[in-house]
């Protein structure tokens, strides 16, 4: 029998969130709780098992209605174990599914948040109806998630595809994760800080510490300053772009997808940064008929996460 | 019921081969006959059917075992239709496979000769059990095939996965297909033999063009000064060497495989171009867990493309 609907969960570093969806992914019941991740994983998971048996509670919703939930990674889904992340200190190979399963009584599903995105937006978002997809999560970091054939692709430990972590250059800036040149290094939120912080130093940098009313000169302040015609901003976001562009073009050549989403914070930025990416994949993906492949943005927003949970579960269980 | 065997066809250029393989791999009765290309499409598609028809006849097989094709490509393994293709002058969406059902009166499934090489190390070869494979064939250009949980990546239009054309460097050298920065444009045969071409103009070239007795600077030649200790020669193979393990460092963030196989011609120059190459893989790929994926040369050899049809049709029919 068709499952009616699932339990969503997003587990993020400040917020932990939890919503009932239905099969075309409407959300009905939702509620929030802070992460409070310094209490430690126990108490974590106690706390996302308590807001389901609240949300559940106000749903009506029966004991067999299964859960999916979207957590920053790495992890392995096919264990359902969170090896580490950065987002939530002090976790170091959590079994958030047998341990949820055990509390709640429901069948659990667990996936890195890239990976749920990807799910999301296949079956609630932009690429409804997809079967072959690219989605690129651009915020402080680059994540994201592949599905090609409708099959999300993952791995031996479940751990791709990280290409947010995949070469740009190999004589490029060094990446957060240890490596060189990744797509992360160029065009994430860290990335265009890290450009913006330069270019502060110097006197082309005025506006931008102006712009920065909290002393942080974020991607945002950059997108700011460039709107104005701030030439050194809007060569910041050419940078990041062309960056984003030659890794699409490349993935387009992996992948051979109907479509790319692109998502999370940084996507916000619009055509300042994704002008110049546009310009570049045709340059950098080698077949005509590839070359019209839609790169278009995100339309889950803020609720990403709850969406790629939910279709987690229904992809799971349904 | 299990097939007993099945018929793979190796389209090349050059040679079209014929074999009957049966479950585990092992080539009974084969043959081969002239592509003889410029005789156009039709006449090519024949020949294929002619010889398809012996092998059987030889074997005693009957009508109602499948066909498998390894095509040089682009080409819709969904459709049966190679666009068209730099080894076959004057292809251009030829429905190979509907003509060769009707023709042979057997069911006929299509891929990509890097596809099927992928699929045939799986089955066949040094991936035998793995259901996570990065495949890549270095020749003259550099093809591949990916397996993600026992599924090929070929995308929407069965293009995928075009490693060869994934990018090394945003800022590198034009490739043959006309992107940027490839991977083939760095470690392909051609791109060894260009870097060569340019030492043999200069006075360091000498050896170069000593051993090089039919006017040739290919790849061969310059393992064989590198290994005589030619310094130019070694550095050539370094860069190539070092672009393939930045390449396969990206890939394992990409695709989580559990083996990395190297085949095709330019892989028998071996370490001289793998050292390098392996050198750089934990550079480029970022959680530690990852660093120990086993890079392995085929042990499929000059039949890989025996093997790799011999797969795709047990993958398709049995």
Redesign the interface.
């Known amino acids: 029998m068709a499952l009616p609907h699932v339990l969503g969960v997003d587990l993020g570093g400040t917020n932990i969130r939890v919503a009932v969806l239905d099969a075309n992914g409407s959300i009905g019941h939702a509620s929030r709780t802070k992460t409070l991740s310094e209490q430690g994983p126990d108490a974590v998971i106690d706390r996302i098992a308590d807001l389901i048996a609240a949300v559940a509670a106000e749903a009506g919703i029966g004991a067999d209605i299964p859960v999916g939930i979207a957590s920053p990674g790495?992890l392995n889904p096919r264990t359902g174990v969170v090896h580490y992340t950065p987002n939530l200190p002090g976790w170091r190979d959590v079994p958030v599914v047998s341990k949820l399963e055990q509390l709640t009584g429901r069948k659990v599903a667990l996936a890195n948040d890239g990976n749920c995105a990807a799910l999301g937006e296949l079956r609630f978002g932009s690429a409804r109806g997809c079967?072959?997809l690219v989605y690129l999560a651009l915020g402080t970091g680059i994540g994201g998630g592949v599905v090609?054939?409708g099959?999300l692709?993952?791995?031996?430990?479940?751990?791709?595809?990280?290409?947010g972590?995949?070469?740009?250059?190999?004589?490029?800036p060094r990446?957060t994760?240890?490596?060189?040149?990744?797509l992360e290094a160029y065009a994430s939120g860290w990335a265009i800080q890290a450009e913006a912080m330069k270019v502060a130093t110097t006197a082309d940098g005025d506006r931008l510490r102006e712009l920065a009313t909290d002393g942080h000169i974020h991607a945002g302040v950059v997108a700011t300053a460039a709107a104005e015609g701030h030439q050194a901003s809007i060569a910041i976001l050419e940078r990041a772009g062309?960056?984003l562009g030659?890794?699409i073009?490349?993935f387009i050549?992996?992948?051979?997808?109907?479509m790319i989403v692109i998502g999370g914070g940084v996507a916000t930025l619009g055509e300042a940064l994704m002008g110049p990416a546009r310009k570049m994949i045709p340059?950098?993906?080698?077949?005509d008929?590839?070359r019209d492949v839609p790169v278009v943005y995100s339309s889950l927003g803020g609720d990403t996460g709850l969406y790629g949970a939910g279709a987690l579960a229904f992809m799971t269980f349904d």
């Open positions: 790495p079967k072959n090609t054939e099959v692709i993952d791995g031996k430990n479940g751990l791709g595809a990280e290409i972590h995949t070469l740009v250059s190999i004589d490029g990446c994760c240890g490596s060189i040149g990744c062309r960056a030659a890794s073009g490349s050549n992996m992948f051979d997808p109907e340059q950098y993906s080698f077949v008929m590839r």
